[in-house]
């Protein structure tokens, strides 16, 4: 097994028509560079409202290819697909459509790596109770990678729980539903999983469940302040993860230059506000 280290991002929200966020991607990805990883994972919603405008998907993939890092890896978010079809209160869900759009500019919506030693997996846990033929498919690949002689990696946007994995609210989209949570997580009992990151909700948050390390990364676009309820920190940034041998340890980055831009007021008042900012056209002043 040999020293390495991968850096995630997260939660780019990137577009041409809503270009908010462009100046914090190139100081994340200029400090990415300066770090010199093996591998680069970016954990979901890499567009601003792929689901609805797919130039916001190629937009996406222009400046993520623009990232230098010898290996680039890339699970969706909701705001690249949309929410599997049997979560409740989505804006948007998947279909095979918005999917093949996907796959079209990114490639593979779920995978496994392995480097160093290590077998990294990813996930696209909007295939989760989707009814979609790539679900078989996707928990199939799932079984089967896990099969390693030796430590794993898992990567997804969604986290699979807030705080412990008996919660019960099915009617969140903020994790896994409980369902496909309990069926991955026995998964990954089964298997010698080290740490799950994840995104989606634009904190810094770390705990341990059943021996395994369950780490969210901070968005490089913006954060909520307000939402204590989620616990860890509202802040802009991203992860490095340095593996020596079979252990590994995940460090927070700030860099100076960054924006700390906070998007509490979108929280207010409708709760598809997100999204009826995405239909209107970004215009300059």
């Given at each position: 097994?040999?020293?390495?280290?991968v850096?995630?991002?997260?939660?780019t929200?990137l577009?041409?028509?809503?270009?908010?966020?462009f100046h914090?991607?190139?100081?994340?990805r200029?400090?990415t560079?300066?770090?010199a990883p093996?591998?680069?994972v970016?954990?979901?919603?890499l567009?601003?409202?792929?689901?609805?405008?797919p130039e916001d998907?190629?937009?996406?993939a222009?400046?993520?290819?623009?990232?230098g890092?010898?290996?680039?890896?890339?699970?969706p978010?909701?705001h690249?697909?949309g929410?599997?079809?049997?979560?409740?209160?989505?804006?948007?869900?998947?279909?095979?459509?918005?999917?093949?759009?996907?796959?079209?500019?990114?490639?593979?919506?779920?995978?496994?790596?392995?480097?160093?030693?290590?077998?990294?997996?990813?996930?696209?846990?909007?295939?989760?109770?989707s009814?979609?033929?790539?679900?078989a498919?996707?928990r199939?690949?799932?079984?089967e990678?896990?099969?390693h002689?030796g430590?794993?990696g898992?990567?997804?946007?969604?986290?699979?729980f807030?705080?412990?994995?008996?919660?019960?609210?099915a009617?969140t989209t903020?994790t896994?539903?409980?369902?496909?949570?309990a069926?991955y997580?026995?998964l990954f009992?089964?298997a010698?999983?080290?740490f799950?990151?994840?995104?989606?909700l634009?904190?810094?948050?770390?705990?341990?469940?059943?021996?395994?390390?369950?780490i969210?990364?901070?968005?490089?676009?913006f954060m909520?302040?307000?939402?204590?309820?989620?616990g860890?920190?509202?802040l802009v940034?991203?992860l490095?993860?340095?593996?020596?041998?079979?252990?590994?340890?995940?460090?927070t980055?700030?860099?100076?230059?960054?924006?700390?831009?906070?998007l509490?007021?979108?929280?207010?008042g409708?709760d598809d506000?997100y999204?009826?900012?995405?239909e209107?056209?970004f215009?300059?002043?």
């Amino acid at each position: 097994m040999t020293d390495f280290r991968v850096v995630v991002l997260s939660d780019t929200h990137l577009s041409a028509s809503h270009p908010f966020f462009f100046h914090n991607f190139d100081v994340v990805r200029e400090a990415t560079e300066a770090l010199a990883p093996d591998m680069v994972v970016i954990t979901g919603d890499l567009a601003f409202n792929g689901p609805d405008a797919p130039e916001d998907l190629d937009v996406a993939a222009a400046q993520i290819a623009r990232l230098g890092a010898p290996l680039v890896r890339v699970v969706p978010g909701n705001h690249d697909l949309g929410y599997s079809p049997a979560a409740a209160d989505q804006e948007q869900s998947t279909t095979p459509a918005r999917r093949q759009a996907y796959l079209d500019r990114f490639g593979p919506d779920f995978w496994s790596v392995d480097h160093g030693g290590w077998r990294f997996v990813g996930l696209n846990p909007f295939l989760f109770e989707s009814g979609l033929e790539a679900e078989a498919e996707q928990r199939a690949m799932t079984a089967e990678a896990l099969a390693h002689d030796g430590p794993v990696g898992v990567f997804t946007h969604v986290p699979f729980f807030l705080n412990r994995p008996d919660e019960d609210d099915a009617a969140t989209t903020a994790t896994v539903a409980p369902g496909p949570r309990a069926d991955y997580l026995a998964l990954f009992r089964g298997a010698d999983v080290r740490f799950v990151a994840s995104g989606h909700l634009h904190r810094d948050k770390r705990l341990i469940s059943d021996g395994v390390a369950h780490i969210w990364a901070p968005s490089t676009a913006f954060m909520f302040t307000g939402r204590d309820e989620l616990g860890g920190a509202p802040l802009v940034g991203f992860l490095e993860l340095r593996f020596s041998g079979d252990r590994v340890s995940a460090t927070t980055h700030e860099p100076r230059d960054l924006l700390n831009i906070d998007l509490r007021n979108w929280l207010k008042g409708d709760d598809d506000r997100y999204f009826r900012i995405a239909e209107q056209p970004f215009r300059r002043p």
